[in-house]
């Protein structure tokens, strides 16, 4: 088989992205009949079809992931030939993106990125806050160098770098009469108040899920969402409680407007902070460095000195 034409993989992987033709073409601002026209070039080259037409758009065969995986492995390695270019005349050029969880950006910044930007002026920083699954798909697809989850599902092409159990608790507002039990709670006290949660796709969910089957209960929460501001909000209204990791509780918890319960169960203590990175991905000079930075500097997984 001769050469792949590398624009062509680029046509397929936005085919497959977008999952229509037509979606990519919009994106790339092309004639559809030309991407047409490319992806059947692409499948003469290989011999082989490389899509199927179903009710929910194309949908790549068997052939087209394994182009696909080779496109993703070809601009990993074209990536790290051009940051080892660059390390020659010193880290004047490059990027980073990083996927994590909300709970993460404010130590992260503090800690590791707000001094590696000043360090590194010209190396761009991408930062996407995303839920658990996400963050592992894109760390896996090589849409994040770095990801960052609160208690993310294992995954073969991932590769954990630093770990770290954050227990999980109850927020409340300091006056509330939950704040005064030191000792921690129950799992079933839970079901006396008004609850609060994060969204299904988030790493807190799969602990609640996990808590219910175990204690053979129910938690039915007066209020869902995405973001952890919003929870904090509710938490300081006295409308409810939160249930929350021991991270995301933000200036409100430092400064004792809100109190962080321990809950009495072995499972609330069990849920992890990873710092990941995809199996096998050679990492640009920029990336690597920022990695070790986390590792070494963030106060979750650096050392006691």
């Given at each position: 088989?001769?050469?792949?034409?590398?624009?062509r993989?680029?046509y397929?992987?936005?085919?497959?992205?977008?999952?229509?033709?037509?979606?990519?073409?919009?994106?790339l601002?092309?004639?559809?009949s030309?991407?047409?026209?490319?992806?059947q070039l692409?499948?003469?080259?290989?011999?082989?079809?490389?899509?199927?037409r179903?009710?929910?758009?194309?949908?790549?065969t068997?052939?087209?992931?394994?182009?696909?995986e080779f496109?993703?492995g070809?601009?990993?390695q074209?990536?790290h030939l051009?940051?080892?270019l660059?390390?020659l005349?010193?880290?004047r050029?490059?990027?980073?993106d990083?996927s994590?969880?909300?709970?993460?950006?404010?130590?992260?910044?503090?800690h590791?990125?707000?001094?590696?930007?000043?360090e590194?002026?010209n190396?761009?920083?991408?930062?996407?806050?995303?839920s658990?699954?996400?963050?592992?798909?894109m760390?896996?697809?090589?849409?994040?160098h770095?990801?960052?989850?609160f208690?993310?599902?294992?995954?073969?092409?991932?590769?954990?770098?630093?770990?770290?159990?954050?227990?999980?608790?109850?927020?409340?507002?300091?006056?509330?009469p939950?704040?005064r039990?030191?000792?921690?709670?129950?799992p079933a006290?839970l079901?006396r108040?008004?609850l609060?949660l994060?969204?299904?796709?988030?790493g807190?969910?799969?602990?609640?899920?996990?808590l219910e089957?175990?204690?053979?209960?129910h938690?039915s929460?007066?209020l869902?969402?995405?973001?952890l501001?919003v929870?904090?909000?509710?938490?300081?209204?006295?409308a409810g409680?939160?249930?929350?990791?021991?991270?995301?509780?933000?200036?409100e918890?430092a400064n004792?407007?809100?109190?962080l319960?321990?809950?009495?169960?072995?499972?609330?203590?069990?849920?992890?902070m990873?710092?990941?990175?995809?199996?096998?991905?050679p990492?640009?000079?920029?990336?690597?460095?920022?990695?070790?930075?986390?590792?070494s500097r963030?106060?979750?997984?650096a050392k006691?000195?």
């Amino acid at each position: 088989m001769q050469e792949l034409n590398q624009a062509r993989l680029r046509y397929m992987h936005e085919v497959i992205v977008c999952g229509s033709v037509r979606g990519a073409a919009e994106k790339l601002d092309m004639s559809a009949s030309v991407i047409s026209r490319q992806i059947q070039l692409l499948e003469q080259e290989v011999g082989l079809p490389l899509f199927e037409r179903r009710a929910r758009g194309l949908v790549p065969t068997e052939a087209a992931e394994m182009l696909e995986e080779f496109l993703r492995g070809y601009r990993a390695q074209h990536e790290h030939l051009q940051d080892r270019l660059q390390a020659l005349r010193g880290m004047r050029r490059g990027h980073v993106d990083i996927s994590l969880s909300e709970g993460m950006i404010e130590p992260l910044m503090t800690h590791v990125l707000g001094p590696y930007c000043l360090e590194f002026p010209n190396i761009r920083i991408g930062i996407n806050t995303a839920s658990v699954d996400e963050v592992v798909e894109m760390v896996r697809t090589d849409r994040a160098h770095i990801g960052l989850a609160f208690n993310p599902p294992s995954h073969p092409d991932v590769r954990i770098r630093a770990r770290r159990h954050i227990p999980v608790g109850v927020l409340v507002r300091a006056g509330h009469p939950l704040a005064r039990r030191r000792k921690g709670i129950a799992p079933a006290e839970l079901l006396r108040y008004p609850l609060a949660l994060m969204t299904a796709p988030y790493g807190l969910r799969r602990i609640v899920d996990m808590l219910e089957f175990s204690e053979k209960i129910h938690l039915s929460p007066a209020l869902t969402t995405n973001s952890l501001g919003v929870l904090r909000q509710y938490a300081l209204s006295g409308a409810g409680v939160v249930l929350m990791a021991n991270l995301g509780g933000g200036p409100e918890l430092a400064n004792g407007d809100l109190v962080l319960v321990p809950i009495d169960h072995p499972l609330m203590r069990q849920a992890e902070m990873q710092l990941m990175v995809r199996l096998g991905r050679p990492l640009s000079t920029a990336a690597a460095e920022l990695l070790l930075r986390i590792e070494s500097r963030l106060p979750l997984f650096a050392k006691p000195q």
